[in-house]
């Protein structure tokens, strides 16, 4: 087991730290392999159906793109490394020597992607394999296949333990860092920019332009703390991560104006959008009354109705959880882990309830949108207007009269996704405290960040806890509704016979 590339330096900077035992120090090299099988593989689709097929064709193809990416592959390895060794000499920093392999003790990425090629090249000295592909192109294009396989393998083992969404923003943040450091200590510095050859000073150039996106990276995550190198203090409760939401609604944005303003993002099932003359949940206004098909507005009608009711069942039952659970918060006297516990449960289940709202509100415009087209079409009357749209106000008196029959799948289907994106992002913090502190020793100007950081995993881990007893109580209220359907459907079948 080995590890390949060892960067001068490693861990003993924020450039050089490295992402996660096990991950290569160098991802080109693995993205160049992967690269060169997907543009292979389009181009041999396209000379499929040009008519240009032949035995090989692939293998033939990825030699020659692989070859041909080797110089953009080593320009952008050498010249991250050309920067690493600038921002370590900006901070005085004598660097350890790098290695171009290392043992390790663990399963590395970096085993599988040679592993796979060797399994590649040895499946060329096969005569009877790979037929019409000879000389360097039958193995080295072997190989490279085999190594963009053995990558994918040994990304998806590493994947396992902590899931693929967790990885993806963890190098994201990640990189970042490393971006935002050679912005700041060489960007705006001419000696250091000076001393860089061309390669260097092309990636930087490139890192300039990707910054931009990088540095917006950390605030989707809803984590002040992450800002500034993580420097400033975190929120407490879900209310204050409800920006964290990136597919469950909803999702504040507070976009500083002339005015302060609070905007809404809310998330709706696709099929609201699919109507005639609907573009991403809006009207066009691109056809023309022979144009409408009264049938197919119907069954839009229809779906919606269906789509409604659901909606207002999920509502009145959340409405339900909220003021009992309301009461539990109120009765509690003393402020303890518990009640910290069940305050978080509140912010989360307001913030669903305010959002189930709103889409039965849409919901209910696009009905009485349908319902207007199908009176023109009647009518052919262009004048006909939309019947008036009036959200019904959620009172404490609304109640579902059998809880038990209700099955909340959209509020469970939304905690779910929440309860599994908080778990993602605690992973990222974890990582983030963990290379914060491995470069940045006790007793360093860093505690007070470090504290912050504590601080948010804190918080994380209360959000996670409390997210998930929400998700426990409401997957028991649907296995209860389904028992108590199960019942009533007994005596109905006993009659039946």
Request: aromatic residues 8%; hydrophobic residues 40%; proline residues 4%.
């Amino acid at each position: 087991m080995v590890r390949l590339f060892v960067p001068e330096g490693e861990d003993q900077h924020v450039v050089t730290s490295s992402y996660r035992d096990g991950f290569p120090t160098e991802p080109s090299l693995f993205a160049s392999a992967t690269r060169s099988c997907v543009i292979a593989a389009v181009m041999t689709a396209a000379g499929a159906l040009g008519g240009a097929a032949a035995p090989g064709l692939f293998v033939k193809c990825v030699a020659i793109v692989g070859l041909v990416d080797l110089p953009h592959t080593a320009l952008l390895v050498y010249g991250r490394r050309e920067l690493d060794s600038a921002v370590l000499k900006v901070d005085n920093i004598t660097p350890k020597p790098g290695k171009l392999w290392e043992r390790t003790s663990f399963f590395t990425v970096d085993d599988a992607y040679l592993s796979g090629g060797a399994l590649g090249a040895l499946a060329a000295l096969n005569p009877r394999a790979l037929p019409g592909v000879r000389g360097w192109k039958r193995f080295f294009g072997a190989a490279t296949i085999g190594s963009a396989i053995g990558a994918q393998i040994g990304y998806k083992v590493m994947e396992a333990d902590v899931g693929r969404d967790a990885i993806t923003r963890g190098q994201k943040f990640h990189w970042s860092r490393r971006c935002a450091q050679y912005q700041e200590k060489l960007a705006s510095n001419e000696k250091a920019r000076a001393s860089l050859f061309w390669p260097g000073r092309t990636v930087l150039a490139l890192n300039a332009l990707a910054s931009s996106r990088l540095g917006q990276f950390t605030e989707r995550f809803g984590y002040s703390a992450f800002r500034r190198q993580l420097g400033s203090p975190p929120g407490p409760g879900h209310a204050h991560n409800a920006g964290e939401w990136h597919t469950v609604p909803p999702r504040l944005a507070t976009q500083q104006s002339s005015q302060e303003t609070i905007a809404f993002t809310i998330q709706l099932d696709k099929s609201v959008s699919n109507g005639h003359d609907v573009l991403k949940n809006f009207r066009v206004y691109r056809d023309s009354l022979p144009e409408k098909d009264a049938e197919e507005i119907q069954e839009r009608l229809s779906h919606l109705h269906e789509l409604k009711d659901k909606m207002n069942s999920e509502t009145k039952f959340l409405w339900q959880v909220l003021a009992k659970k309301e009461g539990q918060l109120y009765d509690m006297v003393e402020e303890d882990y518990e009640k910290d516990i069940l305050r978080r449960q509140l912010q989360l289940l307001n913030s669903m309830t305010m959002a189930l709202v709103q889409r039965e509100s849409i919901i209910t415009y696009h009905i009485a949108d349908a319902r207007k087209q199908l009176r023109q079409i009647d009518r052919n009357d262009t004048n006909s207007h939309a019947d008036p749209v009036i959200a019904e106000a959620l009172g404490s008196e609304v109640f579902i009269e059998r809880e038990t029959v209700h099955s909340p799948d959209i509020i469970v289907k939304d905690v779910r996704l929440h309860w599994a994106n908080t778990k993602d992002k605690f992973a990222v913090l974890q990582t983030a405290l963990q290379h914060h502190r491995s470069n940045h020793p006790k007793g360093s100007d860093s505690a007070d960040t470090i504290k912050q950081i504590d601080e948010v995993i804190d918080n994380s881990k209360r959000n996670i806890e409390a997210t998930e007893r929400l998700l426990k109580e409401f997957e028991a209220q649907v296995l209860k509704a389904e028992a108590t359907a199960a019942k009533q459907g007994e005596p109905k079948a006993a009659e039946q016979k």
